[in-house]
C-alpha cells in the first residue's frame, strides 16, 4: 500500500501503524521490525501529510528507537532535522517532526552519546578552525551529519519559534527545551567547567528566547520560554558577559518601547530560514530518496524554486512587518514588560562581578531617563536582579549592592525621597522636561477655543439682532 501512487492511501496506512502502536505498546518489540521500514518510507514520502502520520506513528517508539544501534539511530534522526530544512510555512507536519525530536533527546540513553561526541568536538575543534570550515573539511561534515552536535542542528528550529501556528511554536520550543535539559543531566554525570550549549549558538538562542517573552501571547509557550531562558543561563559566565556586551542595550531598549510605537527591528533577531550549503545538501538527500516515477515538471519546479530561494538568501533577509508593542489585545502591555524584566534581572544575577559595569551604564542611561517607562523598565530589572541574588543559597546579596556605583545609590534615594513618584529628583520641578511645552500648548488651544466660543456668541447675538431689526420693519410698514 505504501507504493500506491495516491497519496491518501499512503496516508492511511501509516495512519493504522500510528494507532496500532499506540494502542498496543506491549508488541512495540516484535512490532519494531515491521514498523521503522514503514515509517522512514513515510518520512521520506513527498507529501507532507504523509511524513506527518509517519513522524506520529514513531513518538509512542522514542525510547525503543534510541536503543537500536547508531547507525538506525542515526539515519532516523538526521531525517527528522533534514525534514525542518524542507518545510514552509503551511507544512502540516512541522509540529509532528519537532515533536518526536524532543521525545528521541530526552531519553536518558541519550546523554552518554552526547557526551561522547562532545569530547570529540571539543577535542579536534582547534584543528577544523586552524585549516578550514566545517562544510568543506571532511571531519566537518562528519560531524554536521552527526545528530549529537547541536552547534549545526539546533539553529534550523528558529524559523519555527515565531511561526504563525500556535502548535508549531510550542514545538519548537519544547525541543530546545528538552535539548537543553539534557545539557543538566551531563553535569550531574560529570562536573567540568565547560559548557554543554555549544557557545557560538549561545547568542542567538539567547535572543531568540527573549524575542518569545517580548512577543508571545500564549500562557504555555511563554513559561516554556521561561524556563529555556533559566537553562541557557546555567552556561558559563564567560559566555554570558560575551551576550551581555553584545546585546543587553538592544534589550532594554525593547523592553522599554513605549505603548503604540513600533519595535526597534534592528535590534531584533530575524533568522535566516536555512543555511544554504546545509539546505541544498538536505534537499537533495529528500529527493533522491522520492519515487523515480516523478514527472519532470515536478523536477522542474522544485529546481526553479531553488534557483529563487537561493538568490533571495544570497540578497539577504529584509524584514519589513512592523511590531507596535499593544496591538495585540490578548497580551497586556504591562505583563509583558514585567516578565522581559525579571528575564534580564535573573539574567544579570547569572554574570561576574567584573561585567557589572557593562549593565550599569546601559541602566543608568533609562535610570536617568526623562521617560517614566524607562525608569520603571530599569527600576524593575533591579528588583528581579536583587531578588535573584537574595535566594541563592550563597549569601552574595550584600556584596552585590555593595559594587553599584555611588551614584546610583543616590539617585534611587533621590527617587524615593521625592513626594510625588512622577518627579526625576527633589531638584526637578516638572516631572518630563517638555512639560512646560505641553502646558503651553494646552493653554494656547483654551485659548483659541475660548476666542472661537466667543466669536460664535458675537455671531449669535448679532443674528439675532437683525431678525429683531428684521420685524419691527415688517411691523412699521403695515
Request: glycine letters at 4%; hydrophobic letters at 45%; one cysteine or more.
Amino acid at each position: 500500500m505504501q507504493c500506491r501512487r495516491e497519496w491518501e492511501v499512503r496516508h492511511g496506512c501509516l495512519l493504522g501503524l500510528k494507532y496500532l502502536v499506540a494502542v498496543r505498546q506491549e508488541m512495540l518489540e516484535d512490532l519494531l521490525v515491521y514498523l521503522l521500514p514503514a515509517c522512514k518510507a513515510g518520512l521520506e514520502d513527498r507529501d507532507d501529510d504523509v511524513r506527518a502520520v509517519a513522524a506520529e506513528s514513531l513518538i509512542p517508539a522514542a525510547a525503543a528507537i534510541v536503543s537500536l544501534g547508531d547507525n538506525t539511530l542515526h539515519s532516523i534522526v538526521m531525517l527528522l532535522w533534514d525534514i525542518l530544512l524542507d518545510l514552509d510555512d503551511l507544512s502540516p507536519s512541522t509540529s509532528s517532526v519537532m515533536n518526536l525530536l524532543s521525545e528521541i533527546y530526552s531519553q536518558p540513553e541519550m546523554v552518554p552519546k552526547m557526551l561522547e561526541t562532545l569530547k570529540l568536538v571539543e577535542k579536534e575543534e582547534l584543528d577544523l578552525n586552524k585549516q578550514s570550515q566545517p562544510e568543506d573539511h571532511g571531519n566537518g561534515v562528519r560531524f554536521a551529519n552527526n545528530p549529537y552536535v547541536l552547534s549545526t542542528l539546533t539553529p534550523r528550529l528558529w524559523p519555527f519559534m515565531r511561526h504563525s501556528i500556535t502548535s508549531v511554536r510550542h514545538s519548537a520550543i519544547r525541543t530546545l527545551e528538552r535539548l537543553l535539559e539534557i545539557g543538566n543531566r551531563r553535569n550531574s554525570f560529570e562536573s567540568t567547567g565547560n559548557g554543554f550549549w555549544p557557545a557560538v549558538i549561545l547568542g542567538d538562542a539567547l535572543r531568540i528566547v527573549f524575542q518569545n517573552l517580548l512577543l508571545e501571547s500564549k500562557d504555555e509557550i511563554l513559561l516554556s520560554s521561561k524556563r529555556v531562558w533559566r537553562l541557557l543561563l546555567q552556561c558559563p559566565e564567560q559566555d554570558l558577559e560575551a551576550a551581555a556586551r553584545l546585546y543587553f542595550s538592544s534589550w532594554i531598549n525593547l523592553t522599554a518601547t513605549p505603548y503604540g510605537s513600533p519595535l526597534d527591528a534592528t535590534k531584533m533577531f530575524w533568522p535566516v530560514a536555512l543555511p544554504r550549503k546545509s539546505h541544498f545538501r538536505a534537499a537533495a538527500k529528500m529527493k533522491a530518496v522520492r519515487n523515480d516515477q516523478e514527472s519532470e515538471a515536478y523536477f522542474s519546479s522544485e529546481i526553479a524554486r531553488g534557483n529563487i530561494l537561493q538568490e533571495n538568501q544570497n540578497d539577504g533577509v529584509f524584514i519589513t512587518t512592523k511590531i507596535i508593542v499593544g496591538a495585540d489585545s490578548e497580551k497586556s502591555v504591562t505583563h509583558t514588560r514585567v516578565v522581559t524584566a525579571s528575564a534580564l534581572g535573573i539574567f544579570v544575577s547569572r554574570l561576574p562581578k567584573v561585567s557589572y559595569l557593562i549593565i550599569i551604564e546601559s541602566l543608568w542611561t533609562d535610570l536617568t531617563s526623562f521617560s517614566g517607562v524607562q525608569r520603571q523598565v530599569a527600576a524593575m530589572i533591579l528588583v528581579s536582579w536583587c531578588k535573584e541574588l537574595r535566594n541563592r543559597e550563597c549569601p552574595i546579596s550584600h556584596e552585590s549592592l555593595i559594587c553599584l556605583p555611588e551614584k546610583v545609590q543616590c539617585w534611587l534615594l533621590d527617587l524615593l525621597a521625592c513626594s510625588d513618584p512622577s518627579f526625576q529628583q527633589r531638584a526637578l520641578f516638572f516631572p518630563m522636561l517638555n512639560f512646560q511645552e505641553l502646558m503651553l500648548k494646552c493653554v494656547m488651544r483654551r485659548i483659541l477655543y475660548l476666542d472661537w466660543l466667543n466669536l460664535v456668541v458675537r455671531f449669535r447675538i448679532l443674528f439675532q439682532q437683525l431678525i429683531l431689526i428684521g420685524k419691527q420693519s415688517v411691523l412699521m410698514r403695515q
